[in-house]
């Protein structure tokens, strides 16, 4: 019988609602927040995180569950964010979310809920959704865990959950998963105790790094810039330059001044070449 559940708890709506959600429940609830970025290290003189860790501290204090804080930030450099770098060197586009949860928030968070805090189950504000049911109480050890879409259609993440394993699902709650999102936040909103959460914006960009104005600025800080050439692919001929192609993806437009290629259309990003360091594009 499941009693006991850890909820990762982000400071943000979802994962507040979440708790409050297993606690109607009848669970034993104990909250989680991860510190997996070092915003210090890096240089930035206002942390996101000091905000999103008080308001995680704020509503368990509110729901009376204890918060528990764990450090993953040398993990997390080295399993998710240095390959995410060593990708954009060859100028893949990779999307970090993917092996955050796979090998941060359902491996290690997983084995400290369950090794460290006794968990029966770990739950998580994602909009995703399980045939175990949004509070594994379908479960069966003997069938294969299937990842379901949310009710949300607009607030789908089962795309970055896709890696997990079955064994990872088995154990994953998803409070949230079978309703909308204007139903969180109405549920926020006439919680007090979850009401300083209700309208908080909803958190962008890199898993735990956050959105980065001039993403390109942030990368620069990890990539040395390298210049090459843009070439158009019909033409062979070079029509411009770069300074790395770590700035560039697949689909991405490109300006090139009006004196060296003028087109109605745009150009865009049809492939790139790591070896020479040259970015391909073509009229769309």
């Known amino acids: 019988m499941i009693k006991r559940v850890v909820c990762a708890m982000s400071g943000g709506v979802d994962s507040a609602v979440s708790a409050w959600l297993l606690q109607k429940k009848g669970f034993d609830v104990t ?4 510190v997996n970025w070092d915003h210090v290290e890096e240089g930035v003189s206002q942390c996101p995180r000091t ?8 509503v368990c204090d509110r729901l009376g569950i ?25 100028g893949r586009t990779v999307v970090s979310d993917i092996a955050c949860n796979t090998l941060i928030k359902f491996d290690l968070l997983h084995k400290f809920a369950f090794e460290e ?3 029966d189950a770990v739950a998580t504000g994602h909009f995703a959704r399980t045939t175990q049911g949004d509070y594994l109480e379908n479960i069966d050890d003997g069938s294969v865990v299937q990842l379901l879409k949310p009710v949300d259609p607009l607030k789908d993440q ?28 109405k549920i926020a909103d006439s919680e007090s105790v979850l009401s300083d959460v209700a309208r908080k914006p909803e958190s962008m960009g890199i898993c735990f790094i956050g959105k980065r104005k001039n993403f390109e600025s ?18 062979g001929g070079v ?13 991405k437009r490109v300006k090139i001044a009006p004196e060296q290629f003028q087109s109605a259309d745009g150009l865009f990003v049809c492939s790139i070449d790591a ?7 073509r009229v769309n």
Not at 31 to 34: A, I, P, Q, T
């Open 51 to 58: 905000k999103d860790q008080a308001d995680a501290q704020m």
């Open 66 to 90: 204890r918060l528990h804080v764990v450090n993953f930030v040398k993990e997390y450099w080295n399993d998710v964010f240095m390959p995410l770098v060593s990708n954009y060197k060859l």
């Open 31 to 34: 909250g989680v927040y991860m």
């Open 117 to 119: 805090l006794g968990a």
């Open 275 to 281: 070896g020479t360091n040259t970015v391909f594009v």
């Open 158 to 185: 089962t795309y970055f959950l896709s890696n997990l394993s079955g064994k990872q699902l088995r154990r994953s709650m998803f409070p949230v998963g079978s309703l909308l999102k204007s139903q969180v936040r």
């Open 218 to 235: 942030f990368m620069d800080q990890y990539i040395e810039p390298s210049r090459g050439p843009i070439v158009d692919r019909e033409t």
């Open 239 to 251: 029509i411009g330059e770069h300074s790395g192609i770590h700035h560039f993806t697949i689909g």
